[in-house]
T-cell receptor, first 113, second 111 residues
Framework: EAQVTQNPRYLITVTGKKLTVTCSQN?????MSWYRQDPGLGLRQIYY???????DKGDVPEGYKVSRKEKRNFPLILESPSPNQTSLYFC????????????FGPGTRLTVT | GQSLEQPSEVTAVEGAIVQINCTYQ??????LSWYQQHDGGAPTFLSY????GLEETGRFSSFLSRSDSYGYLLLQELQMKDSASYFC????????????FGKGTTLSVSS
């Protein structure tokens, strides 16, 4: 089954404790992206990647890191999480020439206390 | 700056037709996408318009007017399962490296 998977689905952590949210897709898509969703703010892009070893900042990259060492994986790293990073996070992927049609993962609900 | 405006909420009854509007002001424009999201779930792609006009996909249609910086999603023969949030998203550059999403419209369908 074609899908984007994220882990963990739910995470409660404390300020400053480094964490990684994994994202993997099995559709051989070149493009991958991370979004955060907050009430009333819609989806805001954090980082994206057009291919292996190619990443770039989105609209809200502060406090986040990403890497793209393999085509299928695009982990999101929070080196020192803060309470304002409490949010619902989505990973998405698409073919390079169809970025308008993105496939989203199930989401990761992160709470930072 | 860039902005996408959608109504925050729309209500309708089963069997009705509803139109969700989206006006945009962005630094570039190469197309308008629509996504559906059921409560807290993954957004799913519905449609995409790169050119002016109407695109029809079953009960859903999407329209674009580039000269008016305006588009809409039309949902016909509404069903309870259509209750969800709907987001418009602008493809802002030719390389398609980013989609700029609107804040979403919550559609509530009642019987």
């Amino acid at each position: 089954e074609a899908q984007v998977t994220q882990n963990p689905r739910y995470l409660i952590t404390v300020t400053g404790k480094k964490l990684t949210v994994t994202c993997s897709q099995n559709m051989n898509h070149e493009y991958m992206s991370w979004y955060r969703q907050d009430p009333g703010l819609g989806l805001r892009q954090i980082y994206y990647s057009m291919n292996v070893e190619v990443t770039d900042k989105g609209d809200v990259p502060e406090g986040y890191k990403v890497s793209r060492k393999e085509k299928r994986n695009f982990p999101l790293i929070l080196e020192s999480p803060s309470p304002n990073q409490t949010s619902l996070y989505f990973c998405a992927s698409s073919p390079r020439d169809r970025v308008y049609e993105q496939y989203f993962g199930p989401g990761t609900r992160l709470t930072v206390t | 700056g860039q902005s996408l405006e959608q109504p925050s909420e729309v209500t309708a009854v089963e069997g009705a037709i509803v139109q969700i509007n989206c006006t945009y002001q962005t630094s570039g424009f190469y197309g308008l996408s629509w996504y559906q999201q059921h409560d807290g779930g993954a957004p799913t792609f519905l449609s995409y318009n790169a050119l002016d006009g109407l695109e029809e996909t079953g009960r859903f249609s999407s329209f674009l007017s580039r000269s008016d910086s305006y588009g809409y999603l039309l949902l016909q023969e509404l069903q309870m399962k259509d209750s969800a949030s709907y987001f418009c998203a602008v493809r802002e550059n030719q390389a398609g490296t980013a989609l700029i999403f609107g804040k979403g419209t919550t559609l509530s369908v009642s019987s």
